[in-house]
């Protein structure tokens, strides 16, 4: 087993309800943010760091999405029988990604700053890490509101206490999603394990980073990245 990432998972499987009738006719990955689908957003992140592989797991309208993708280097994995939430859809994927640790990302986020997956590979360190999550400072958070998701402890360690924003980028090494015994389920169970065994790990993003999940998203997005104060 390679100690560093070199395939990726994008997470754009989901329904995107919470975009109303946005997502219609589209499924979410295909709204386009500054004349840009979100998903092609994303992969000018991947193409920017040089990734090996790229998996895009498929669900709602997924035909839409392969359409679109038709001639790039990406793979498929196909969720269209049923969605299996984000731990499933990455055990699912992992015939494809491999055995290494892998980057996953979700497809409904814009970033301004640092590419997230370099910054995620330079502080990796596989020798006490079972994952590395890509937390966002609230002030940095564009579009998203609650109370946080993780604090960051000064050994890099996480716990659940709020604080910073989960940003959907992350490092795992995927022996305990490969073990999971059920089909359906979320990658909060697997952090639940990492955190009980202290191996769950994070860093702050120094950039600004915007959730496109909701209909507003989609105007705070552009405004960001045309440097406007959002």
Sequence with gaps: MRNDPTAVMIFAAGFGTRMGELTRDKPKPLIEVAGEPLLDHALKLIEG????KTVVNLHY????????LLGRSVTFSDETAEILETGGGLKAALPLLGTDPVFTMNSDAVWSGPN????????WDPDKMDALLLCVPPENAVGHAGSGDFRIATDGRLSREGGLVYSGAQIIKTSLVAAHTEEKFSLNVVWDKMLDDQTL?????????????HPEGVRLAEEMLEGRNV
């Design 49 to 52: 760091h040089g990734a090996d």
């Design 116 to 123: 997230p997956l370099n910054v995620l590979r330079d502080a």
């Design 61 to 68: 309208k997924a035909k839409m999405i392969r359409d679109h």
């Design 201 to 213: 790990f994070g860093i702050p993003y120094t950039g600004c980073w915007c959730d496109v999940g």
